[in-house]
C-alpha cells in the first residue's frame, strides 16, 4: 500500500511471490484481509525521517509463508524457515557463503536436529514478524496452555495390529484414490460434476463411481473403539504397560517382525490420548501442523483432511457437535494417481 495523493484513499496491491504460486495453482482464496505497521516506529527514542519509511510497493519477505503446505503430490512447496535454510521437495538445506557465493547443502548429523527445532518454530515466528494490528484478548486470556506436550504410542505386532502386521498390508494401487476416496466428497473439489447442457438438463446418464458412504458419528466412534470415549486415559495407559509386560515387546518384537513371526494376538484397548486446552483465547483459534520423523535429512509433513461436523446426540456433557480430522500421507500409485492413508484421527471436542 502507498502513497500518491494525500488528498485520495486507495489500496495498492502487488502480488507477491507466495500469492503467485497459489495463482498458478489455482488456490488463491481472498477471504481475510489482515493491516500490519511493520513499518512504523512507536519509540520515541526513533529520530529516523518519516519520508524514509514510506513504502511505495509490498515488499518479498519470507514471512509471506507461515504454515509449510503440500501440493497435491505430496511434496512440500519450498519454503525458506530462516535466512540461510530452506526446504526444498522434501530435503532441509541449510546455506553459507563460501568464496562470496552463497551455498546450499543438504543438512546431516547433528545439523538436521537443529534445523528441524527451527523449521518447527518458524511458523509462529513468522505469524509475529508480520506485526498484524489487532485488538488485545484481556490479559488472563492470552496464555495457552494444554495438558500435554507430548503423546507416546506403543506399536508392536500386536498393537494396534489384532490381527498381526502382515494382514494389515494394502497395496496402494488397491486402495481408493482421492477422486474415489469417501472420506473427500463432502470437499467441493471432490464433487461428482457430470457434464450437463447450457440449459441446465442432463446431458446424459452419468453414474457416480464413488464410495459416497460418508461415515456416521457412530461409525467413527465404533473404528476408534469406544473406550476411546468412554475409559480415563490413565487407564489406557496402564493397560499399555501391561500389554507390554504380557507381549515381551520392545527390541525383540522388532526382531520377530523382521523375521516374519507373529505372536499370538492378546485382548488389548484401542490407543488413544486426550490432550485438554487449560488456556487459550477466547476465539479459540488455533493451527495445527504434524511432522514425521525421518531417518535421512527430510522433513515429512502429513496431511489432513476435515471431514466436517458430527452430531452426537449422546453426549452426556452436552458437547453435540465433534469436528474430526483424518491425519495420514499421500501417496502415489503406478497410474501417477494420488491415494490418501489414514494414519489416525484427530477428534475435536
Keep these: 500500500m502507498g502513497i500518491l495523493d494525500k488528498k485520495t484513499r486507495f489500496i495498492d496491491l502487488v502480488v507477491t511471490q507466495e500469492g503467485k504460486r497459489q495463482i498458478a495453482a489455482g488456490k488463491l482464496r481472498a477471504e481475510f484481509a489482515t493491516l500490519s505497521d511493520i513499518g512504523t516506529?512507536?519509540?520515541?527514542?526513533?529520530h529516523d525521517d518519516v519520508d524514509n519509511r514510506i513504502y511505495f510497493e509490498v515488499m518479498e519477505r519470507p514471512e509471506n509463508s507461515i504454515v509449510l503446505e503440500k501440493?497435491?503430490?505430496?511434496?512440500?512447496?519450498?519454503?525458506?524457515?530462516?535466512?540461510?535454510?530452506?526446504?526444498?521437495?522434501?530435503?532441509?538445506?541449510l546455506g553459507k557463503v563460501e568464496s562470496d557465493i552463497f551455498k546450499l547443502t543438504a543438512v546431516t548429523g547433528s545439523q538436521y536436529s537443529n534445523a528441524e527445532s527451527a523449521i518447527i518454530s518458524s511458523s509462529l515466528r513468522h505469524?509475529?514478524?508480520?506485526?498484524?494490528?489487532?485488538?488485545?484478548?484481556?490479559?488472563?486470556?492470552?496464555?495457552f496452555e494444554v495438558s500435554k506436550n507430548s503423546i507416546e504410542f506403543l506399536i508392536t505386532n500386536n498393537i494396534p495390529f489384532i490381527n498381526g502386521p502382515f494382514r494389515e498390508r494394502i497395496h496402494v494401487n488397491k486402495a481408493e484414490p482421492l477422486f474415489l476416496d469417501s472420506k473427500m466428497t463432502h470437499l467441493p473439489n471432490f464433487q461428482f460434476l457430470p457434464p450437463v447442457?447450457?440449459?441446465?438438463?442432463?446431458?446424459g446418464i452419468y453414474s457416480d463411481p464413488r464410495s459416497t458412504s460418508r461415515e456416521t458419528w457412530s461409525q467413527i466412534k465404533n473404528r476408534l473403539?469406544?473406550?476411546?470415549?468412554?475409559i480415563e486415559e490413565q487407564i489406557i495407559d496402564e493397560d499399555l504397560k501391561s500389554a507390554k509386560s504380557k507381549n515381551n515387546l520392545g527390541a525383540e518384537s522388532r526382531k520377530l517382525l523382521v523375521d516374519g513371526e507373529v505372536p499370538t494376538p492378546v485382548d488389548f484397548k484401542l490407543q488413544s490420548s486426550k490432550i485438554y486446552f487449560n488456556k487459550t483465547s477466547a476465539d479459540n483459534n488455533i493451527v495445527?501442523?504434524?511432522?514425521?520423523?525421518?531417518?535421512?535429512a527430510a522433513i515429512n509433513k502429513l496431511d489432513i483432511?476435515?471431514?466436517?461436523?458430527?452430531?452426537?446426540?449422546?453426549?452426556?456433557?452436552g458437547r453435540h457437535d465433534k469436528r474430526v480430522f483424518y491425519v495420514g500421507k499421500v501417496f502415489t500409485d503406478d497410474f501417477e494417481t494420488p491415494t490418501f492413508i489414514n494414519i489416525f484421527t484427530i477428534v475435536m471436542d
Excluded at 505469524?127 to 496464555?143: A, T, V
Aim: proline share 5%; aromatic share 14%.
Design 288 to 296: 495445527i501442523q504434524v511432522f514425521e520423523d525421518s531417518k535421512n
Design 305 to 317: 483432511i476435515d471431514a466436517g461436523i458430527f452430531y452426537d446426540s449422546d453426549d452426556k456433557l
Design 225 to 230: 473403539g469406544p473406550s476411546s470415549f468412554a
Design 71 to 93: 501440493d497435491d503430490s505430496g511434496k512440500l512447496v519450498p519454503y525458506n524457515f530462516s535466512p540461510s535454510g530452506s526446504i526444498v521437495g522434501n530435503d532441509v538445506f
Design 197 to 203: 447442457n447450457t440449459d441446465g438438463s442432463e446431458y
Design 41 to 46: 516506529f512507536y519509540s520515541k527514542a526513533e
Design 127 to 143: 505469524f509475529k514478524n508480520n506485526r498484524i494490528i489487532g485488538s488485545f484478548d484481556k490479559p488472563e486470556d492470552r496464555d
